[in-house]
């Protein structure tokens, strides 16, 4: 059975740690498992779609999702090579994966006309690219290639929300975008560099503040969500070579914060360990 089991069963047996630090870690049973056996007394189970699902975070969001039983449409830009995904796919009646590149209007109407009327109970943006460091540094700044930071990063989660904004209204559901810690000015330290990338998460938070203003009082809730470091592919390409949380322990920690957001929050960045992100 997958990795996210062992986690659960790890922490079931580790007993000086505090519960909820055990809970936001390992996924134990709690608000998540909670909500979703809410909705399936109301009649079926809750959907999820999940953007750049075939790898790092969003492959393990597609993942839990799946073993907690909900419809998952997990989408990707080569659905031909996502072979992680499609082995999901292949033990998992509840998850499809179906094509999206993120830049692409075409693949998003596409995505909005297959889905008319469907509810989203949860859109999970979380495609995102760091781009090439050396692009990106003082002196050496390419500006084709901020664009093309700010139309995977910024453009496209606004673009995807615009577009199925009627899907997840019919839910009462939620809209999520992926933030980062290096998008906060406060915590903006000596690190160097990763202009496009910074600068795209502080621009995207600024999005989700704007759209939560507007799809509140349509019931929606619109969070900003931070994985902390983890160890995926864009974490390696940063240069960071501390310590990092599996994509599981850091899902573990989001689907709670996740679950357990409401209307009212006031729509700030949290991390992954539940500390709000200073701007
Ligand atoms: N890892 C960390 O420490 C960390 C920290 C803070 C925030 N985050 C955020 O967490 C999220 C997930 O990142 P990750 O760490 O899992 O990175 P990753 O392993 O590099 O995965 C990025 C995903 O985005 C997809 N993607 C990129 N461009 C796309 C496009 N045009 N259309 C559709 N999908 C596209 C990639 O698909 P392809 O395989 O097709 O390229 C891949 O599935 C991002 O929003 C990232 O900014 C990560």
């Given at each position: ?51 750049g699902?075939?790898r790092g975070i ?69 495609a995102a690219v760091l781009g ?46 992926i933030?980062s ?16 990338y ?29 994985p902390?470091q983890v160890d995926t592919a864009l974490l390696r390409e940063s240069?960071y ?39």
């Open positions: 059975m997958k990795r996210l089991r062992r986690l659960t069963a790890r922490a079931r047996s580790a007993a000086p740690l505090p519960v909820m630090a055990l809970a936001l870690l390992c996924g134990l049973p709690g608000a998540a498992a909670a909500e979703q056996e809410a909705q399936a007394a109301e009649g079926g189970s809750p959907t999820v779609l999940i953007t699902s075939n969003g492959l393990a969001f597609a993942e839990w999702y799946a073993e907690q039983g909900w419809n998952v449409v997990a989408t990707c830009r080569r659905p031909e090579q996502a072979d992680d995904l499609n082995a999901l796919a292949a033990e998992h009646a509840n998850l499809s994966v179906e094509l999206l590149d993120v830049t692409r209007e075409d693949h998003i109407r596409d995505l909005a006309d297959r889905h008319a009327g469907q509810p989203i109970d949860l859109l999970i943006n979380n090439p460091l050396p692009e990106q540094s003082l002196g050496g700044l390419d500006y084709d290639r901020f664009e093309q930071t700010m139309a995977v990063n910024v453009y496209a989660p606004l673009r995807l929300s615009e577009a199925l904004a009627e899907n997840v209204v019919a839910a009462g559901g939620k809209i999520v975008a933030t810690g290096v998008a906060s000015l406060t915590l903006m330290s000596r690190m160097r560099g990763m202009y496009f910074r600068m795209s998460k502080s621009a995207l938070n600024m999005g989700w503040r704007a759209l939560r203003t507007d799809l509140k009082p349509r019931g929606v809730a619109v969070l900003l969500v931070s902390g240069g070579t501390g310590e990092a949380l599996t994509t599981e322990e850091s899902v573990a920690g989001m689907v709670e914060i996740i679950a357990d957001a409401t209307l009212d929050d006031p729509g700030l960045p949290i991390n992954v360990d539940g500390r709000v992100l200073p701007w």
